[in-house]
């Protein structure tokens, strides 16, 4: 008799595996066993399979304190005839027995990311990353400072935001140690930086071309798409980095959870329609020399907002007018 016997998580993954042979396998936390389990939970001759007749495998309880359970966590007795495949749970292990023919799943390609991703497992390139993204905070600190600069409160600031946002990678890696996924938090602390960089950058982008065209429809529509994307690309690598989903499922799960958020987003910004006028500004003000578009002037300037002023007015009645009508 020749069979394997795999350690499996709840997710069907295999642990380990031993081929063993002989005219009986006894389990058990013994050292006298075939297979030993090292679990307070197992008896130390826990079970025995032996081949039947007719070639069938039958596992035997050898009287074990705690018995053995089948895959829908019933206890089977004091003998089951087994299948090739088919799962059983001894203590806190759950256990496949397989036959040397039983069929295995079809190979796989090799994936260009999982090649990226070990690669991007180095110390140095974490370290690379994170120092990025904290000069990066510091010069925007610079930049958006309207005080005295204080170069101590501006490298505490930084360093605080660089070493908060460091609890998404050990989130990624604490997820990936749950799901049985090889944990790669160096690869998880590159992306991460990464990514945040990245946003960075096209915030950057955005704001100039909002200073710029902020009262084109195209440009405000053009941001929003821009982060639908960054947010869909950075779930899709959280998610791929923490869990055995596939690549589709990925992709469907962080669509959903960006459209989920952006339509929370959206209804908690609702209000009762009554116009309560505050300032607000779309885009950052930068500085006139990265003004790109034609500039226009002063009197032009008076004659639009004198205009906008009139609308938004004729506007703010009308909707405080329906807004009392329907209290």
Same mark, same amino acid.
């Given at each position: 008799m020749e069979i394997i016997i795999e350690l499996i998580? /709840?997710?069907?993954k295999v642990k380990s595996f031993q081929k063993l042979s002989g005219d009986s396998i006894k389990i058990g936390r013994s050292y !006298?066993?075939?297979f030993i389990l090292q679990d307070e939970h197992i008896s130390p001759h826990h079970a025995e399979i032996v081949? +039947? !007749?007719?070639g069938s495998l039958v596992l035997i309880d050898k009287c074990s304190v705690n018995g053995i359970r089948d895959n829908k966590n019933k206890d089977v007795g004091a003998q089951v005839n087994l299948k090739s495949g088919d799962v059983v749970t001894i203590g806190k292990h759950l256990i496949r027995i397989v036959l040397p023919h039983h069929p295995i799943a079809k190979t796989k390609k090799l994936n260009p990311l999982e090649d990226i991703a070990s690669h991007a497992n180095q110390w140095y390139l974490a370290l690379f990353a994170a120092l990025v993204f904290f000069s990066s905070m510091l010069v925007k600190s610079?930049?958006? +400072?309207i005080d005295d600069i204080i170069w101590t409160k501006l490298f505490a600031t930084a360093l605080l935001v660089t070493i908060g946002l460091m609890l998404f990678p050990l989130l990624i890696a604490l997820s990936? /140690?749950?799901f049985k996924k090889d944990v790669k938090f160096f690869t998880a602390v590159v992306f991460s930086f990464t990514m945040f960089v990245a946003w960075q950058i096209t915030a950057g982008l955005g704001q100039l071309l909002l200073f710029n065209w902020g009262d084109s429809g195209l440009v405000n529509l053009g941001a929003d798409l821009v982060e639908f994307v960054m947010m869909v690309l950075f779930f899709c690598g959280c998610f791929y980095l923490a869990s055995n989903m596939s690549l589709k499922r990925i992709s469907i799960v962080s669509c959903s959870l960006v459209v989920s958020i952006a339509a929370l987003f959206y209804f908690s910004s609702q209000d009762d329609g009554a116009v309560q006028p505050y300032p607000m500004s779309y885009a950052v003000v930068l500085p006139s020399g990265m003004l790109l578009n034609s500039a226009i002037s002063t009197e032009q300037s008076v004659d639009q907002f004198d205009a906008l002023f009139d609308s938004a007015l004729t506007e703010a009645k009308q909707r405080n007018k329906e807004a009392d009508e329907h209290e």
């Open positions: 998580t /709840r997710n069907n !006298e066993n075939d081949q +039947a !007749e007719n610079y930049f958006s +400072a990936a /140690r749950v």
